[in-house]
């Protein structure tokens, strides 16, 4: 099994940026796929989270702004995010429920500055 993240970088405020995140190997039909984050000196924190069915569940701070989804046929889930702001910096993580375990990303950078 392997959990690989892409995008993140450095994006000014008021940009756009899209992760995604694929869990790999012979897991399927996964239930929960989410992203958390974290930021320097805080807990990590949910963002969002999507049901098989496609049902969103987002936080506060993302709604309006983020969009998450996910491809059940490629274990892949994404998260768009714009409109970004400075307290948006944080290492973003995918999560993954299935059976009883649970698969983290490696995480990725986002730095909103101008």
């Known amino acids: 099994v392997q959990v690989v993240e892409s995008g993140g970088g450095l994006i000014q405020p008021g940009g756009s940026l899209n992760l995604s995140c694929t869990l790999s190997?012979?897991?399927?039909?996964?239930?929960?796929m989410g992203w958390f984050r974290q930021a320097p000196d805080k807990e990590r924190e949910l963002v969002a989270h999507?049901?098989?069915?496609?049902?969103?569940n987002l936080a506060d701070f993302a709604k309006g702004r983020f969009t998450i989804s996910r491809d059940n046929a490629k274990n892949t889930v994404l998260l768009q995010m714009s409109r970004l702001k400075p307290e948006d910096t944080a290492v973003y993580y995918c999560?993954?429920?299935?059976?009883?375990?649970?698969?983290w990303g490696q995480g990725t950078q986002v730095t909103v500055s101008s």
């Open positions: 999507v049901s098989p069915m496609g049902a969103t």
């Open positions: 999560n993954f429920r299935h059976a009883g375990q649970e698969f």
């Open positions: 190997g012979s897991i399927f039909a996964v239930h929960f």
